[in-house]
């Protein structure tokens, strides 16, 4: 019997051989949700999807936008906090 968590069909499953040459049924992770803007709560683009372990293995360049407040908010608010800063 699966564990509990497992018995809802929003887990992927897939059948993997064993080295003794059995076959069992593994079950896929499921990904994170999307990043959004932590100010007006937009979709963030250039910020990738995964679990830790994958994020882990990507270069630095590929993990969020290469600009100020990258990965945390998006371009639009990010200019406004520009435009903010720069008449104070």
Avoid at 32 to 42: I, L, R, Y
Avoid at 60 to 84: A, I
């Amino acid at each position: 019997m699966p564990a509990n968590r497992f018995r809802s069909r929003s887990y992927k499953r897939t059948f993997k051989r064993t080295p003794g040459g059995k076959t069992v049924l593994r079950y896929k992770k499921k990904k994170p949700s999307k990043h959004v803007c932590g100010e007006c709560g937009k979709l963030l683009h250039g910020v990738p999807r995964g679990r830790p372990y994958e994020i882990k293995k990507l270069a630095k360049t590929k993990k969020r936008p290469n600009r100020p407040y990258g990965g945390y908010l998006c371009s639009e608010c990010t200019r406004k906090v520009f435009k903010q800063e720069a008449r104070s």
